[in-house]
């Protein structure tokens, strides 16, 4: 039955890949157009809009990349932001201790949230999926109090990026485009996981992983492999943000509206007394508490994708 | 043995017998519905926040708050499952159920910081420095009635399962939904009133919570690990698994920072739960309310 | 009378009923024979409201269901005993039997009702303490249909109530249901796939092969049909 269901489930895949490719070139049409639209963005926006869209991309890059564990694979990992959190981290104090630049210091992070899913998903990934979800949440919250009573994270106080540019336009450009290239390289590997023999086994766990692994996949390797993937992109997108998102220290001190972190609308409001948005992001700060608002809206972002 | 670590055990028990009412109505709700409420400990956040209320606004103790604070949440809770979630189990959606609870999350706390600000409260009331001293250690009295509303509120659920016809088809419908169906119980009903009543132990918790914690809109955070680790350390859907749990949990918690140190106390109690879920990596399936 | 008229039902893509007619009058037994696979079981469970029909209606004296969910069904008098058995095993079996007459508000006749049912199972009353899920698999049928007996049904449906159960038991069922109908005014309707036993019980029989009626007819015409008891009986 399930086997039947699979079949019919690919079946209409490759047929809707076969309309993509034939049919559906308005909306190919109108994607290129969109990027061509977002690519000249930056020479007329201003600084503000362009920050708010680089957040998107990296929210957006993040969504991609939760899709692969917890759409393809159907592992809800929603604590995936703890890979936005240690890729921060990672590159930050790449460049402060070793002295590295930005671009190595992002492949820093990406690699370093791979092995970090690696270790941790070995045990992980074999609990069942509710399981699973929670243990993800449960390990963001241990990540977030291991960094907290570290000496070399920084503490509460978090760690802040050397500046890259003294220039705030050419920092705003260098991060959006960033963001853009991040949220295009995810989108193509996801497009690339999908068509090929990884995505299908992928979706076999999804659908019944003890008769994926009769089928001889060696689920434990995919399920990791996808929860690296889905971690090095996440870990990219933390130190490719290029914005100083509020430490907990901050938050406590704006007393009315500590979570300017999550939506854009209330950092205009709050222009003056929050960092996020409003300081040229030539160089950027990450705290323990920085987690909670890119999980968030990273998650919610997830939701309206799945439900595509 | 020292007497700050018999202390540290005295404190454990104290603070255990409120873990246990804390993560209870998470693993009801898990165990009958199936769904994870990632928002039951910012309903426990709710809760606080009315005893406050009623305590600053009436001055009403904050133990007598309780049962106007359950009344509350119960309303609260009904209407969302009634309105929200058994349209999304209805329609088969079954996953996103838990998408839906985690921004019922978001709302709550964004409701509070609307109406209550992220200002730090607390509820103390006169008799909050009063403490007993036995042997040399202390025990302090808000503590013990903490403790004993708790084990008797978790008591009254147990009696309420097994001894009334709701509880009964509380716990028909999690043995057997079917079955439950075919014996003439409105499934969908007594999911609300399931999911009312988990939130009404959450109010509970949050009323008994508020003498010795300061209140804010994000103290559900912290929480949300100990609801998960009594929920799986008892076994989900198991009221007295989830006593011994809360227990062990808040002895494992307080003796663990006595040793490494205060600021560590969040990581032990997810650290336990996170070895809990790898020691039975399918996950600890209890027999279900106990007999 | 309980009526399925022009019953269709499926499962997503999967059609499993076609055009089913069916008629169980009050007081009668009526059987519902057929290989593994027929639909005799999704044909009960759209009966009882776990599944809705795509065409067609069931009726009850006359009245439409359709728009009857299933857990009012039972309280009309549509009480089905599962196939499986289906009891709340972390249960004992009196809480078992309470609530199978759990939308019943007459609580002095559910008391008499109760001792009925431990009459027609003296069996069961050593046990009555015990959860469902440690009895052996004939005590939990028997559990079964005295859960089933407890909500006083007009309609009693009862699904393969010989599988898995030792023909000893089974001996023992057929006395319980013989009981059944000798004291209480309901229609029955019984699926088995031992046929022999069903329609030793039963007045008359339908024939249900891949989701259509292909035959029915009073139990002794059915028992001389030369194609049912090929099939069904093994008698050449």
Redesign the interface.
């Known amino acids: 039955m399930r086997d039947l269901e699979f079949k019919q489930q690919e079946a209409a895949l490759a047929r809707n890949r076969l309309l993509a490719q034939t049919r559906n070139w308005p909306l190919m049409a109108v994607l290129v157009a969109i990027t061509l639209l977002l690519v000249a963005a930056p020479f007329a926006l201003g600084g503000y809009w362009m920050r708010v869209l680089t957040v998107v991309f990296i929210f957006a890059t993040m969504a991609e990349a939760v899709n692969i564990i917890a759409g393809y694979t159907g592992y809800?990992a929603?604590g995936n932001a703890v890979f936005f959190g240690t890729g921060a981290y990672v590159a930050a104090i790449a460049a402060n201790e070793l002295g590295v630049s930005l671009a190595p210091a992002i492949v820093l992070a990406g690699l370093g949230c791979v092995t970090y899913a690696v270790v941790l998903g070995l045990?992980?990934l074999?609990?069942?999926g509710?399981?699973f979800?929670?243990?993800t949440?449960?390990?963001m919250?241990?990540t977030r109090?291991?960094v907290?009573?570290l000496d070399i994270t920084g503490g509460a106080q978090g760690q802040i990026f050397p500046s890259v540019t003294s220039d705030p336009v050419l920092a705003n450009r260098l991060f959006y485009y960033l963001g853009f290239g991040l949220l295009l390289l995810t989108a193509l590997a996801t497009w690339w996981i999908q068509n090929h023999n990884i995505g299908l086994a992928l979706r076999a766990i999804k659908f019944d992983e003890e008769a994926a692994r009769a089928m001889g996949i060696n689920t434990t390797v995919y399920k990791t492999a996808a929860w690296a993937v889905s971690a090095f992109f996440t870990g990219m997108g933390g130190p490719s943000t290029g914005i100083s998102w509020p430490t907990s220290s901050q938050q406590?001190s704006?007393?009315?509206?500590?979570?300017c972190g999550c939506t854009s609308s209330t950092c205009s409001e709050e222009r003056a007394r929050c960092s996020v948005h409003c300081s040229a992001p030539a160089s950027w700060s990450f705290s323990p508490s920085s987690c909670?608002p890119a999980s968030?809206s990273s998650?919610?972002l997830f939701?309206v994708l799945s439900?595509c | 043995m020292n007497e700050g670590l018999v202390q540290a055990l005295v404190n454990g028990i104290l603070l255990g017998g409120f873990y246990a009412i804390l993560g209870v109505g998470f693993s009801l709700v898990y165990g009958v519905m199936?769904i994870?409420n990632?928002a039951h400990a910012s309903m426990v956040m709710i809760g606080s926040y009315l005893t406050f209320s009623l305590f600053s606004g009436i001055g009403l103790d904050p133990f007598l708050s309780i049962p106007l604070v359950a009344a509350a949440l119960f309303v609260i809770s009904w209407l969302v499952q009634k309105y929200l979630l058994n349209s999304l189990i209805r329609r088969g959606f079954m996953?996103?159920t838990?998408?839906s609870t985690?921004?019922l999350n978001?709302f709550l706390i964004n409701v509070a910081?609307l109406i209550w600000?992220?200002?730090y409260r607390g509820v103390v009331s006169s008799y909050s420095g009063v403490a007993f001293e036995l042997f040399g250690i202390r025990f302090p009295l808000v503590r013990i009635i903490i403790l004993a509303l708790s084990l008797l509120l978790t008591y009254v659920l147990w009696l309420f399962l097994i001894r009334t016809k709701t509880g009964k088809a509380i716990r028909a419908v999690s043995l057997n939904r079917e079955a439950a169906v075919l014996m003439g119980i409105d499934v969908y009903s007594i999911y609300n009133i399931t999911f009312g009543i988990g939130g009404a132990l959450a109010g509970m918790a949050g009323a008994l919570l508020s003498p010795i914690s300061s209140i804010t809109p994000?103290m559900g955070?912290?929480l949300?690990?100990i609801v998960?680790s009594v929920a799986?350390l008892g076994g989900l859907g198991n009221v007295s698994g989830a006593v011994i749990a809360g227990i062990v949990l808040g002895v494992a918690q307080v003796v663990g920072v006595h040793f490494i140190g205060t600021?560590?106390q969040?990581?032990i109690s997810?650290?336990i739960?996170?070895l809990v879920?790898?020691v039975r990596?399918?996950?600890l399936r209890g027999v279900k309310f106990v007999k | 009378m309980l009526e399925v008229k022009n019953l269709e039902t499926g499962y997503g893509d999967v059609q499993v009923l076609w055009d089913v007619n069916l008629e169980v009058h009050k007081g009668e037994t009526v059987a519902l024979i057929g290989p593994n696979g027929a639909g005799k079981t999704t044909l009960l469970n759209t009966i009882c409201g776990l599944l809705e029909p795509r065409a067609g209606a069931v009726l009850l004296e006359g009245e439409d269901l359709s728009s009857v969910p299933g857990h009012d069904r039972t309280r009309r008098g549509v009480v089905q005993i599962p196939e499986g058995r289906k009891l709340f095993s972390g249960m004992t079996v009196t809480d078992n039997l309470s609530m199978g007459a759990y939308c019943r508000r007459d609580k002095n006749e559910v008391r008499g009702d109760m001792a009925w049912a431990f009459e027609l199972f003296p069996e069961l009353v050593p046990l009555k303490d015990r959860p469902a899920g440690s009895l052996s698999g004939g005590q939990q049928q028997m559990c079964a249909i005295a859960r089933g007996l407890m909500a006083r049904p007009r309609y009693l449906l009862i699904d393969e109530m010989s599988l898995g159960v030792a023909p000893v038991i089974v001996d023992r069922l057929i006395v319980a249901i013989r009981d059944i109908q000798a004291k209480a005014d309901m229609g029955l309707l019984i699926v088995e796939q031992d046929v022999g036993l069903a329609l030793e019980l039963a007045d008359r029989g339908y024939v249900l092969e891949t989701g259509r009626m292909v035959g029915s007819g009073r139990s002794a015409e059915l028992l001389d049909d030369p194609r049912i008891t090929e099939a069904y009986l093994g008698v050449a």
């Open positions: 809800p929603l045990p992980i074999r609990l069942s509710r399981y979800l929670m243990a949440l449960g390990l919250e241990i109090e291991v907290l009573n406590r704006t007393r009315s509206r500590p979570r909670g968030q998650t919610i939701l439900s | 199936g994870i990632l996953g996103m838990v998408v985690f921004g978001l910081l600000s992220a200002d994000f955070g912290p949300l690990g998960f799986v600021s560590w969040l990581a997810y650290g739960f996170i879920l790898l990596p399918q996950g």
